[in-house]
């Protein structure tokens, strides 16, 4: 393993002097952490903000239990996909009324793959081509091949063929890119590696030979620096569970570049998305904005708890949390590399800080059981296939010194081998 960073002089002590003079400290009692625990999988599902309990009793005891059918009107139910929206919008460079909290990731990229065909269709009839990554998350590569295999059925019998194809080993993003590309879907964050791809470039080069842009924010939103409508993205989606602390299966959300957005409805169109689902009308007429991307009825229990988690990262400083993110994720490299240099991990995470989100990810041939043993000892971050422990580092609630003590307690599991037991080579459900 070759060590690029030095840090030598980086103590304990140093850490607890950087943690001292953090601006970001003050978050971390925004923030319910069980004692005992290092936090590293916030970019899997972040943890509850101290605000979310009181939020939850005002919803279900007041809005729910007293309010009833009546809160759609009185306690903003029927708005607050919107609302949160714009909310969210702040975080990934969006404007007022181009975003909505939504569905599920999934849902969602259906819908921006559906409209991005659709506006193809009619603009530059033949493309046929989506396309994504083989080492995409599995969800985005499924939709599109679920979208694909439906329009195929559907055109049967007249030899239309819409195809998946995907970036890896064997061809390059500039070479899947051709004049046959409807959509160009990826993950801006790679949520094994951690690799980051160049938003406005990457979308400048779909552009360039025709193509539209979707962009999934799944480990970047909260997390990295997202300008969408800088890098003039057509789509995008989210979740907000991961980096933005909305609570376990909270809303996603979906941004349409303003350009797009009544061109046409997606097929998801339920009578949410209506432009007065309340008249119910016999025909459909679609929202004149971005409601005409919801479906049906909303989750608002669930809903209601991504404002605090949003509220809280928009009261940071993003910059700041962008250069502890840099700052952090390099000392868990180093000092991994210094301090665990004897065993057998290897980096996969990229160095470079223009193409690395917020989590770092190592190989090790045990890697589950390393993972169960760290979690075990209170340092909980996750697995992935293949052989990948990943770490993510969220700069609101983590320090310095949590780095160093997660490296120390990770050393001490390499160097004792007590990840070495059937126990901790037991697979869960969940890993
Ligand atoms: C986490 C994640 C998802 C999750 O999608 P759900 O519909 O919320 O289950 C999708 N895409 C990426 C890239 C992710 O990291």
Same mark, same amino acid.
């Given at each position: ?41 916030? %970019? ?28 759609? %009107? ?12 714009? +909310? ?28 991005? $065909? ?24 499924? $939709? ?44 801006? &964050? ?36 997202? %300008? ?13 569970? +991961?980096? /933005? ?30 432009? +007065? ?46 250069? +502890?993110? /840099? ?5 868990? $490299? ?44 209170? &340092? $909980? ?51």
């Amino acid at each position: 393993m070759t060590t690029t960073h030095s840090l030598d002089l980086v103590t304990r002590d140093a850490c607890v002097a950087a943690d001292a003079a953090d601006p970001l400290a003050s978050f971390r009692s925004r923030f319910i952490l069980p004692e005992g625990v290092i936090y590293l999988d916030g %970019n899997s599902l972040g943890p509850r903000p101290v605000g979310a309990l009181e939020r939850a009793q005002q919803v279900i005891a007041a809005e729910w239990g007293e309010g009833l059918i009546r809160s759609w %009107n009185t306690a903003g139910w029927f708005e607050l996909p919107g609302r949160l929206g714009d +909310k969210l919008a702040k975080l990934i460079g969006g404007r007022d009324g181009e975003t909505v909290v939504t569905d599920t990731t999934s849902l969602n990229l259906f819908k921006a793959l559906a409209s991005a $065909i659709r506006i193809q269709q009619v603009d530059q009839p033949g493309r046929r081509v989506i396309v994504t990554e083989r080492d995409n998350f599995p969800t985005d590569i499924y $939709i599109a091949e679920g979208i694909t295999d439906f329009l195929n059925s559907v055109a049967e019998e007249t030899g239309i063929r819409y195809e998946v194809r995907l970036i890896d080993a064997e061809l390059t993003l500039d070479a899947a890119l051709d004049g046959s590309t409807a959509v160009l879907a990826l993950s801006h &964050v790679n949520y094994r590696t951690g690799a980051m791809w160049d938003m406005a470039e990457v979308t400048a080069q779909a552009h360039a030979v025709g193509a539209l842009a979707i962009w999934d924010l799944a480990h970047s939103a909260g997390a990295a620096a997202v %300008n969408l409508n800088g890098a003039d993205a057509d789509y995008a989606v989210g979740c907000t569970y +991961k980096y /933005l602390n909305g609570g376990p299966g909270s809303p996603a959300f979906i941004w349409v570049n303003a350009r797009h957005q009544e061109r046409f409805w997606q097929p998801l169109a339920g009578w949410w998305s209506h432009a +007065k689902p309340f008249d119910m009308a016999d025909a459909y007429a679609p929202a004149g904005n971005i409601n005409r991307f919801l479906c049906g009825t909303q989750p608002v229990t669930s809903l209601a708890m991504v404002e605090t988690g949003l509220d809280i990262m928009l009261d940071a400083d993003f910059t700041a949390v962008r250069v +502890k993110s /840099l700052q952090l994720t390099d000392l868990f $490299i180093s000092l991994v590399e210094q301090r665990c240099a004897s065993h057998p991990l290897e980096l996969i995470t990229p160095r470079d800080h223009a193409a690395r989100g917020s989590h770092v990810s190592f190989r090790h041939p045990e890697g589950y059981a390393v993972m169960s043993a760290l979690i075990a000892r209170g &340092v $909980i971050g996750d697995y992935r296939e293949p052989e990948v422990l990943r770490f993510g580092v969220t700069p609101l609630y983590l320090g310095y010194a949590d780095v160093w003590d997660a490296v120390e307690i990770l050393r001490d599991i390499l160097d004792t081998s007590a990840w070495d037991t059937s126990e901790f080579k037991t697979r869960n459900a969940v890993t």
